[in-house]
């Protein structure tokens, strides 16, 4: 049974860049919707081994909260190939992290990487 990986300022960009699809919940102890949301992420990280689920106490890491500008929690972002591709607070239903993992799993990244590539283009 998969389980979730707590991560650090030290282990966080390491995590991102070694895994293809990476699920990272910023949580804290105190928080009543994190609390609500956990059995929701334990589960889904049981059913998809392929995936990294990771966690990351803003309490005992405010640096990566303060590094992805955490506001609110639970804060849930999803990676993959190394690329922030989803990144909203609130707590998710099950059924909706679901649809977010299959979207993040059947998204084109040449075609995302091209649109990053344009986007950084205009930029400069």
Known sequence: MATTLALTK????????????VLVDFWAAWCGPCRMFAPIYEKSASEH??????????EAEPELAARFGIMSIPTLMAFRDGILLY???????????E?????????????????IEVAEQRVS
């Open 99 to 115: 649809e977010l993992i299959g979207k993040v799993e059947q998204l084109d990244m040449d075609d995302v990487r091209r649109q």
């Open 49 to 58: 081994q392929n995936i990294v689920y990771g966690k990351v106490d803003t």
């Open 87 to 97: 990144a909203q607070p609130g707590a998710l239903p099950a059924r909706a992290l």
């Open 10 to 21: 030290d282990s966080f960009d390491e995590t991102i860049a070694a895994s293809e699809v």
